[in-house]
């Protein structure tokens, strides 16, 4: 079993950066894919990114690509999502989940372990 803890949210203006931590707590999070989704009040949770066991390919909705990066250090069971050029609709939880058995990175519905989720607010 995986414990993931999220960190780094806050406020932000509009053009700003933040970058998100998701510590892992748990001996096979190195066999874990990774994916990061968000919730904005109102709305449907939905995929932002994710990034293999291995962190050699990543994978981004098309609303933050070439904005957000995700990247891992398994050495430090961490996950990361630096998020740059952000807007006022990129306001949300963010969560990170992780997975052994994920096949279709962008399904919720196939990570098995989640955060607790951290804030970000863009003001504009």
């Known amino acids: 079993q995986v414990q993931l803890v999220e960190s780094g949210g806050g406020l932000v203006q509009a053009g700003g950066s933040l970058r998100l931590f998701c510590a892992a707590f748990?001996?096979?999070?190195?066999?874990?894919?990774m994916g990061w989704f968000r919730q904005a009040p109102g709305k449907e949770r939905e995929f932002v990114a994710a990034?293999?066991?291995?962190?050699?390919?990543?994978y981004y909705a098309d609303s933050v690509k070439g904005r957000f990066t995700a990247s891992r250090d398994n050495a430090k069971n961490t996950v990361y999502l630096q998020m740059n050029s952000l807007r006022p609709e990129d306001t949300g939880v963010y969560y990170c989940?992780?997975?052994?058995?994920?096949?279709?990175?962008?399904?919720?519905?196939?990570?098995?372990?989640w955060g607790q989720g951290t804030q970000v607010t863009v003001s504009s």
């Open positions: 990034i293999t066991w291995s962190g050699r390919s990543a």
């Open positions: 748990g001996r096979t999070f190195k066999n874990y894919a």
């Open positions: 989940a992780g997975g052994s058995m994920v096949t279709t990175y962008t399904d919720a519905g196939q990570y098995t372990n």
